[in-house]
């Protein structure tokens, strides 16, 4: 009766024929016996399954999808005998049948199970269509199937960076451009994502152009501050086992954040304290404080010590730290003119808040001191996770760590562990608070088995190495064991994609990047390059100048690397450091009218948040450029010139001064011009003027206009002796 009123067979309905039928079914597997075919028909041979090929078996409800994971002939056929051919077949889904029997959605794992003697066939295109595409709005296209190349093959946004994933391959195999890939098409449907991508070989800049916020080091700006103690020991210390510096900074470091604090708040009863409370603060508190403040608190406690076998960890400590803050490399950590408290607008950099049309940060990693890199990384993973807890997940963001295994090695004794905490703490608890991982690496057999664990999708490219498959086939479920067979004989952009990201394990063959689009990681072309002789004194000159560049990249005036980082986060100077720069220009014309000005009252001369920076040597003091302003723009910060032993005050003293003798005359505002030679008697008398009338005396100066000035001779006369 149901025959007499089926309609008319749609074209989904047009089944290929079967090609045999189950023998054995357990679990999650399936013995297929293969008809028997004539080997010279040409129609016959195209029925013939392939390793990795979908096929279907049709039962009431569903249509059970089953994977080619292994071919055989158990017994071999001799003159004219029948062979038997078998496929191990692996149940990955089922696609539900509405009423009239259409397949509807697909769905993974298997609730109604084939029974013995049900045919098999090739799954059709549009079941394919159904099964690898599936629901385009939350999906993003990455290449095509192997089966079949009409077919897209489509990676599902939500599960794919929810539950992490991992890109694997041997050098040489297309890691970066797949990267790049991905990542393009995840931006192509989110133009407000938010992505942080961890560059060592800086490759992923012209990747992704105008979309993309390029931080390198000379526009990195991560204060010393905002590490945690861990990490400020790596950087300061270095040595684990030296436990005495450690002890010190542990006890000096909180104080240092409590007197950057009472300046702050101008809490001058607080400054004038010889002990603060740093109990209020702990070495962890991402809170500002000054390196000055941290050497003077050093010196305080030298100053008390009466053993002085007991001076030299202080004195190293000391040393370290004035050593950073003179080395040019670490500009970015310890260069600094004035401390604020800008960890919103590091925030705002990095993690693209507000996105303004650039929604992937790319940070440059080549060019920074090997011995903070692992320092680097693990502070931007701990602020990416705390970042998404304290922001209760309302901004998701991504972390992509491009050689990963530098930062998270198997071996416990390489690398550094507060970063392998912080990887291994986005990989465990990101996906509650909207902080996922993307792990890259070529091998995975030298990465922690933690991290790589709990990434649910992974890519995986041509492997040639044992162990590196023994990583991939442990991550892969049973019903994909088989595509693993294939990793030694991945063609180029070709990659084996299970997990969670995607509808069923599957081989896929990417996309083409354009050429605009692809990362800086081609392989050298060496029988071309080689045909002809190229490079001269010029060339080696060039090669030269960049390389020694190279070691001096984050060399920049301290002043220029603010402008620097003021211009990348689009933030005008806040009302307060207006109002303070202009009160530095402002303050020495206007001291007649406040000459008692308290003692206490900004000691440094330079302003509450202030830093008074170490002294430059003479070799990078000659490499900065020039300080001069714009003529246009918000006001440069004022330039002071560093003291290497003691800060002092700066104000209106004009540069180069120190180190002579104390002057006792009246100086100009900011600028000085130049000091006119004390020779005036010894001119001619002026034109016009009666004769053996001698020329009026210069000016006579007066020490005593300015009280100020003569607390600044007496801070200056012990350093002038």
């Given at each position: 009766?149901?025959?007499?009123?089926?309609?008319?067979?749609?074209?989904?309905?047009?089944?290929?024929?079967?090609?045999?039928?189950?023998?054995?079914?357990?679990?999650?597997?399936?013995?297929?016996?293969?008809?028997?075919?004539?080997?010279?028909?040409?129609?016959?041979?195209?029925?013939?399954?392939?390793?990795?090929?979908?096929?279907?078996?049709?039962?009431?409800?569903?249509?059970?999808?089953?994977?080619?994971?292994?071919?055989?002939?158990?017994?071999?056929?001799?003159?004219?005998?029948?062979?038997?051919?078998?496929?191990?077949?692996?149940?990955?889904?089922?696609?539900?049948?509405?009423?009239?029997?259409?397949?509807?959605?697909?769905?993974?794992?298997?609730?109604?199970?084939?029974?013995?003697?049900?045919?098999?066939?090739?799954?059709?295109?549009?079941?394919?269509?159904?099964?690898?595409?599936?629901?385009?709005?939350?999906?993003?296209?990455?290449?095509?199937?192997?089966?079949?190349?009409?077919?897209?093959?489509?990676?599902?946004?939500?599960?794919?960076?929810?539950?992490?994933?991992?890109?694997?391959?041997?050098?040489?195999?297309?890691?970066?451009?797949?990267?790049?890939?991905?990542?393009?098409?995840?931006?192509e449907n989110n133009p407000n994502a938010h992505i942080v991508l961890l560059d060592p070989h800086n490759e992923y800049?012209?990747?992704?152009?105008?979309?993309?916020?390029?931080?390198?080091?000379?526009?990195?700006?991560?204060?010393?501050?905002?590490?945690?103690?861990?990490?400020?020991?790596?950087?300061?210390?270095?040595?684990?086992?030296?436990?005495?510096?450690?002890?010190?900074?542990?006890?000096?470091?909180?104080?240092?954040?409590?007197?950057?604090?009472?300046?702050?708040?101008?809490?001058?009863q607080k400054l004038r304290k010889t002990g603060l409370d740093g109990s209020k603060f702990t070495v962890d508190t991402?809170?500002?404080?000054?390196?000055?403040?941290?050497?003077?608190?050093?010196?305080?406690?030298?100053?008390?010590?009466?053993?002085?076998?007991?001076?030299?960890?202080?004195?190293?400590?000391?040393?370290?730290?004035?050593?950073?803050?003179?080395?040019?490399?670490?500009?970015?950590?310890?260069?600094?003119?004035?401390?604020?408290?800008?960890?919103?607008?590091?925030?705002?950099?990095?993690?693209?808040?507000?996105?303004?049309?650039?929604?992937?940060?790319?940070?440059?990693?080549?060019?920074?001191?090997?011995?903070?890199?692992?320092?680097?990384?693990?502070?931007?993973?701990?602020?990416?996770?705390?970042?998404?807890?304290?922001?209760?997940?309302?901004?998701?963001?991504?972390?992509?760590?491009?050689?990963?295994?530098?930062?998270?090695?198997?071996?416990?004794?390489?690398?550094?562990?507060?970063?392998?905490?912080?990887?291994?703490?986005?990989?465990?608890?990101?996906?509650?608070?909207?902080?996922?991982?993307?792990?890259?690496?070529?091998?995975?057999?030298?990465?922690?088995?933690?991290?790589?664990?709990?990434?649910?999708?992974?890519?995986?490219?041509?492997?040639?190495?044992?162990?590196?498959?023994?990583?991939?086939?442990?991550?892969?479920?049973?019903?994909?064991?088989?595509?693993?067979?294939?990793?030694?004989?991945?063609?180029?952009?070709?990659?084996?994609?299970?997990?969670?990201?995607?509808?069923?394990?599957?081989?896929?063959?990417?996309?083409?990047?354009?050429?605009?689009?692809?990362?800086?990681?081609?392989?050298?072309?060496?029988?071309?390059?080689?045909?002809?002789?190229?490079?001269?004194?010029?060339?080696?000159?060039?090669?030269?100048?960049?390389?020694?560049?190279?070691?001096?990249?984050?060399?920049?005036?301290?002043?220029?690397?603010?402008?620097?980082?003021?211009?990348?986060?689009?933030?005008?100077?806040?009302?307060?450091?207006?109002?303070?720069?202009?009160?530095?220009?402002?303050?020495?014309?206007?001291?007649?009218?406040?000459?008692?000005?308290?003692?206490?009252?900004?000691?440094?001369?330079?302003?509450?948040?202030?830093?008074?920076?170490?002294?430059?040597?003479?070799?990078?003091?000659?490499?900065?450029?020039?300080?001069?302003?714009?003529?246009?723009?918000?006001?440069?910060?004022?330039?002071?010139?560093?003291?290497?032993?003691?800060?002092?005050?700066?104000?209106?003293?004009?540069?180069?001064?120190?180190?002579?003798?104390?002057?006792?005359?009246?100086?100009?505002?900011?600028?000085?011009?130049?000091?006119?030679?004390?020779?005036?008697?010894?001119?001619?008398?002026?034109?016009?003027?009666?004769?053996?009338?001698?020329?009026?005396?210069?000016?006579?100066?007066?020490?005593?206009?300015?009280?100020?000035?003569?607390?600044?001779?007496?801070?200056?006369?012990?350093?002038?002796?």
């Amino acid at each position: 009766m149901q025959s007499a009123v089926a309609p008319k067979e749609p074209q989904y309905h047009v089944l290929p024929r079967s090609i045999g039928r189950i023998a054995s079914v357990t679990g999650s597997k399936a013995i297929l016996l293969l008809d028997v075919s004539h080997e010279n028909d040409p129609k016959n041979q195209a029925d013939r399954p392939e390793m990795g090929t979908l096929l279907a078996i049709d039962t009431g409800r569903t249509t059970v999808l089953a994977t080619v994971s292994a071919l055989s002939v158990p017994v071999p056929a001799h003159g004219t005998e029948q062979e038997i051919r078998i496929a191990e077949l692996g149940l990955v889904g089922e696609l539900t049948k509405g009423p009239d029997g259409r397949p509807m959605t697909f769905h993974r794992g298997t609730t109604t199970y084939p029974t013995l003697g049900d045919r098999v066939r090739f799954a059709t295109q549009f079941e394919l269509k159904l099964t690898y595409a599936g629901n385009s709005q939350d999906c993003v296209r990455v290449g095509t199937i192997r089966q079949d190349s009409s077919i897209p093959a489509m990676i599902r946004v939500d599960e794919l960076l929810g539950k992490h994933f991992a890109i694997l391959g041997t050098t040489g195999t297309g890691k970066s451009c797949s990267t790049a890939l991905i990542l393009r098409a995840i931006l192509e449907n989110n133009p407000n994502a938010h992505i942080v991508l961890l560059d060592p070989h800086n490759e992923y800049a012209t990747a992704f152009g105008d979309r993309a916020e390029v931080i390198s080091p000379r526009t990195l700006q991560l204060p010393l501050w905002l590490l945690n103690f861990e990490e400020a020991v790596e950087v300061l210390v270095g040595d684990s086992d030296r436990k005495v510096e450690i002890e010190i900074l542990q006890d000096l470091i909180p104080l240092a954040k409590a007197r950057y604090n009472a300046g702050r708040n101008n809490d001058q009863q607080k400054l004038r304290k010889t002990g603060l409370d740093g109990s209020k603060f702990t070495v962890d508190t991402p809170v500002p404080y000054r390196i000055s403040d941290l050497t003077n608190l050093i010196d305080e406690r030298m100053g008390k010590l009466e053993n002085r076998r007991d001076l030299a960890p202080y004195r190293q400590l000391k040393t370290r730290i004035e050593t950073f803050s003179q080395d040019g490399r670490y500009a970015f950590m310890f260069g600094s003119v004035t401390v604020y408290d800008g960890m919103a607008q590091i925030l705002s950099r990095v993690f693209r808040v507000p996105v303004n049309g650039k929604p992937i940060t790319i940070l440059e990693l080549t060019g920074l001191p090997p011995e903070v890199v692992n320092v680097v990384v693990s502070v931007l993973c701990r602020m990416a996770f705390d970042f998404a807890l304290w922001g209760e997940g309302k901004i998701p963001v991504t972390v992509v760590c491009e050689e990963a295994h530098r930062y998270v090695p198997l071996n416990p004794d390489m690398g550094f562990e507060p970063c392998k905490r912080a990887l291994a703490k986005i990989a465990k608890e990101g996906r509650k608070y909207g902080c996922s991982l993307c792990i890259v690496t070529q091998r995975p057999a030298e990465i922690d088995p933690t991290i790589l664990s709990q990434c649910n999708t992974v890519f995986a490219l041509r492997m040639s190495n044992d162990r590196d498959q023994e990583i991939v086939t442990s991550a892969v479920s049973d019903t994909g064991t088989g595509l693993i067979e294939f990793l030694p004989a991945l063609g180029a952009r070709e990659a084996i994609a299970f997990g969670d990201g995607v509808p069923i394990p599957v081989r896929i063959r990417f996309d083409e990047l354009p050429p605009h689009a692809l990362p800086r990681s081609t392989t050298a072309r060496f029988s071309e390059k080689w045909q002809e002789s190229l490079g001269d004194e010029a060339f080696l000159d060039a090669v030269v100048e960049r390389w020694r560049a190279a070691g001096v990249c984050g060399q920049l005036d301290p002043a220029l690397q603010a402008q620097l980082f003021a211009e990348a986060v689009n933030l005008a100077p806040s009302p307060g450091l207006l109002r303070r720069q202009d009160a530095a220009f402002e303050r020495p014309a206007a001291e007649p009218a406040n000459p008692q000005r308290p003692l206490s009252d900004d000691p440094y001369g330079l302003g509450s948040d202030a830093e008074p920076p170490m002294a430059e040597p003479e070799l990078r003091r000659s490499l900065l450029p020039d300080r001069a302003a714009p003529a246009d723009g918000p006001p440069p910060i004022p330039q002071r010139e560093p003291l290497l032993r003691r800060p002092l005050p700066q104000g209106d003293i004009p540069r180069r001064s120190y180190g002579a003798q104390p002057q006792t005359s009246q100086h100009p505002p900011v600028q000085p011009p130049p000091l006119q030679p004390r020779r005036e008697p010894l001119l001619p008398p002026v034109s016009g003027a009666p004769a053996g009338v001698p020329p009026p005396p210069p000016a006579p100066e007066q020490p005593q206009a300015n009280p100020r000035h003569a607390l600044r001779e007496r801070l200056l006369r012990p350093l002038n002796r």
